[in-house]
């Protein structure tokens, strides 16, 4: 459909999408769309500096983000997301860095990076999609698919209890970790935008309805039923121990804004005990 | 007799592998391979077979899981593609080494970056130098008969090392197909239990991968080498086995309308088949075009190559992946190097063609066997790229 291009009105956001690239490849009923579009106003309400921004995201779904954000982005390959920002925010310190990615990306081949920059406490946000499963691939069994759920390569019901990323993330030193869902659109939207002023590895999850292959196998509807679920389900828990913030699809799911707080990062240590720039004690005190 | 059905290609090999009596598969998805693992946990899950079905968090677990069920005697069975087999590349020379029959189907995708999951064979070229049994089927019926026909070849008492099956991404993966498939009988008369030479059990300790000192990792290297080479005795006998049973024929390198061709089109995998048209459109036309199709990479069937192409005078080679930097694509050095000591060679023209899913037609088939014959000397270059 290579026709003449018609004048469309722009959109809000079109300053910060490469509308060259539209119309995306989410299915109709995703939530990623909504998602991004509280990433895209979490960038907008900060009114940061574009030059000044990147987007790295892995394979997926979800990683399709870098390719339609107007600012230098990086689609890496499947799982490496973290490192090559973490690569990236080590040449470059003074630009902000968004990791998006899915669940399988971040948590399944890519867990052990997520851990490792979380524990180095890298200046990064990540941004999880969490869709219960391996879209793109076709509605495969992640490390996120509720135990007894079904997927493809799990037609009677995943026998593996999944991770709680909330958890992880906390336990790995993420010095701020949040979850919402694809219906919390202004508590996302104010979350990533807290995030993103903060230092340090933070981490915000977001369940995200996946009706043309997670929902469809699971007699969960279409996605507006999705949403209606999270409505009924959801309830926010701020500040209590990820430990217990559970996601339940028959009982609770627990959101909220579970951890916040400061840790030195890696280029404060780095600076201090590597390049003897600052003083160690400073470093230390702020540890403490 | 087996039974005429109409399947996608790729469910079809999951079905094949079921007919295997496989003990274990371990997969990672992976477009396009991902009908095969769906469709073998579904097999799995519905008790077809009794065997475990492993999912895993990456690739390079998918083949660590493999070797480790392989060590302990099962049969095993995974697949992959592009990124995902390059990232089993670091376990793939363990498998081979440790000797273990592992069978793997490799759903040919090009290679990234930039990203793209059409196909090629540019995955595959990657890791050609694993040690591991490569075949490369031409269609549906070929992909059922050579993952049965693999793990009778890689559990051989005289062969012992994995074997892979490569299988054009989406040109077969996805394909609806009219094929046979064999019935359970057959298949068992045909393959028997893995008899493991070694394996890890309590009651009979050893011990593998072990560290090698540089005074015995050559010797090691070459019997790794000499057990490959070697395998192609019995990767022909099993086919004569399988004629026999089938009545379906295989040979290292096939022939098609050779006789007195002076100009030979090589192909890997799929293509043949259009190729195979190509050529017949030229004989129309009173051109003496010959296909040679090279169904097994490695071990290199090197006196059977030479006796396909025996008196032609061009032989023009498509490769389906770019070695960078190098002289020219993966098939032609392998083939360049087997007549560098012939007194009479043939001139070598090599094209790379149909990079990641680039369509390659019949046409370009023809205008590839006409520039070839053209050439004054060997040349490389890509056929059909925009300037």
Not at chain 2, 60 to 82: I, K, P, Q, W
Not at chain 2, 266 to 280: I, K, L, N, R
Request: charged residues 25%; neutral net charge.
């Amino acid at each position: 459909m290579r026709g003449k291009k018609r004048e469309l009105p722009g959109h809000p956001m079109d300053r910060l999408l490469r509308v060259d690239r539209i119309p995306h490849i989410w299915c109709s009923g995703c939530g990623i769309g909504t998602i991004f579009g509280g990433v895209l106003a979490a960038i907008q309400k900060l009114d940061i500096d574009l030059n000044k921004l990147a987007m790295v995201s892995g394979i997926g779904c979800t990683g399709r983000m870098a390719g339609y954000i107007k600012v230098d982005s990086f689609h890496t390959t499947h799982g490496r997301a973290i490192p090559f920002a973490t690569g990236l925010k080590l040449a470059r310190p003074d630009i902000k860095v968004i990791v998006a990615s899915g669940d399988g990306d971040l948590f399944a081949i890519g867990g052990n990076h997520l851990i490792h920059a979380a524990r180095r406490n890298i200046d990064m946000t990540v941004i999880c999609v969490n869709n219960l499963n391996y879209g793109m691939t076709g509605g495969q069994q992640a490390p996120s698919t509720p135990l007894g759920f079904k997927t493809t390569t799990t037609p009677e019901g995943s026998p593996e209890e999944p991770f709680n990323f909330c958890y992880l993330a906390a336990a790995c030193g993420a010095v701020y970790v949040a979850r919402w869902t694809a219906l919390h659109i202004r508590l996302l939207t104010n979350s990533i935008a807290e995030a993103l002023q903060k230092k340090g590895f933070t981490f915000i999850e977001i369940l995200c309805p996946c009706p043309s292959v997670f929902g469809r196998r699971n007699k969960m509807g279409n996605a507006l039923e999705t949403l209606k679920l999270y409505h009924d389900r959801s309830v926010i828990k701020n500040e209590i121990d990820p430990k217990e913030a559970g996601i339940d699809l028959f009982g609770e799911i627990v959101v909220g804004k579970f951890v916040d707080r400061e840790r030195p990062t890696f280029i404060d240590y780095y600076r201090s005990i590597v390049c003897h720039e600052t003083p160690e004690d400073n470093v230390i005190r702020i540890a403490r | 007799m087996g039974k005429r059905i109409g399947m996608e290609v790729a469910i079809a090999a999951a079905e094949a592998v079921a007919l295997c009596r496989i003990d274990m598969a371990a997969v990672y998805p992976i477009t396009p391979q991902s009908h095969i693992a769906e469709h073998l946990s579904d097999i799995v899950h519905n008790g077809q077979i009794d065997a475990e079905f492993l999912t895993v968090e990456s690739e390079h677990s998918a083949m660590s899981a493999c070797v480790g069920a392989s060590a302990a005697g099962a049969r095993v069975y995974t697949a992959t593609s592009s990124q995902g087999l390059i990232l089993m590349h670091e376990i793939l020379p363990i498998a081979s080494a440790m000797r273990l029959p592992i069978v793997m189907g490799v759903c040919n995708r090009a290679v990234s970056g930039p990203l793209n999951i059409w196909n090629d064979h540019s995955d595959i070229m990657h890791v050609r130098e694993c040690g591991w049994i490569q075949l490369f089927a031409e269609n549906g019926q070929e992909v059922i008969d050579m993952t049965i026909q693999a793990f009778k070849m890689a559990e051989h008492p005289e062969v012992m090392l994995p074997a892979l099956v490569n299988i054009d991404g989406f040109q077969l993966t996805h394909m609806i197909e009219p094929m046979e498939m064999p019935s359970q009988e057959e298949v068992d008369k045909f393959l028997p239990e893995r008899k493991p030479f070694a394996y890890l059990h309590p009651d009979k300790p050893v011990s593998m991968g072990c560290f090698n000192m540089p005074d015995i990792f050559m010797e090691t290297m070459k019997a790794k080498d000499m057990a490959l080479r070697n395998s192609k005795k019995t990767i022909i006998k099993v086919w004569k086995d399988w004629a026999e049973i089938f009545g379906r024929e295989y040979q290292p390198v096939e022939t098609y309308k050779m006789k007195d061709a002076e100009v030979a089109i090589v192909t890997m995998g799929s293509m043949g088949e259009t190729a195979s048209v190509a050529v017949d459109e030229m004989r129309k036309a009173k051109m003496k075009v010959g296909l040679v199709k090279i169904k097994l990479w490695r071990p290199f069937p090197e006196e059977e190559f030479k006796a396909a192409v025996k008196g032609c005078k061009t032989i023009a080679i498509m490769d389906r992946a770019v070695s960078f930097g190098g002289v020219n694509g993966p098939v032609a050095a392998e083939i360049k190097s087997l007549f560098y000591h012939e007194q009479e060679r043939p001139k070598i023209v090599d094209f790379i063609m149909g990079l990641g899913g680039r369509d390659v037609r019949v046409e370009d088939f023809i205008s590839m066997a006409e520039r070839a014959k053209k050439k004054k000397e060997d040349t490389f270059e890509f056929l059909g790229v925009r300037e």
